[in-house]
C-alpha cells in the first residue's frame, strides 16, 4: 500500500509523489571463516537475539538468520573457541565505527584499520 501525495513545488506542480515502507537493505553483521570455523555452534547458543542458525552441515559455519536483529553486542564472536583463528568476524556498519582525523596532516583513520597511527601524546588543552 503506497500513501498518494500532492507535492507543493513549482517544478513539480502536476506529479504525484508516493511514500512507501523503508526498503530493508542487505545486512551481513557477522561475518564467518570457514576454514577456521569448527561448526561448534558456541555462537549459536550464546546469541540473545537468536539471529544465527545452526548449518544443517556438520562442520560448516551458522546461518544468519535475522541480520536486522543483530544489536552488535559480540557475545558471538567473545564465546568462539576458534576466534583467535578468525573464525568470526564482527561486522560493524559504517555509521557506527568510530573514526577520527588528525588536523595537522588531514589523514582519516578507523577502528581496526591496519596499521594505526601511534596515540596522541599531548595532553588536552
Known sequence: MSLNYKCMEDDMDSENVYGGPNVIIPNRPVLFDAN????CNSCVETCMM?????????????????????????CCVQECPSGDAGAIYLNWPLTLRMRWKR???????????????????????
Open 103 to 125: 588536523k595537522e596532516t588531514g589523514e582519516n583513520y578507523r577502528l581496526g584499520m591496519p596499521d594505526p597511527p601511534p596515540p596522541n601524546e599531548k595532553p588536552p588543552v
Open 50 to 74: 537468536d539471529v544465527l542458525l545452526p548449518n544443517p552441515e556438520q562442520g560448516k559455519p551458522p546461518i544468519v538468520l535475522y541480520p536486522d536483529e543483530c544489536w552488535y553486542c559480540g
Open 36 to 39: 577456521a570455523c569448527t561448526g
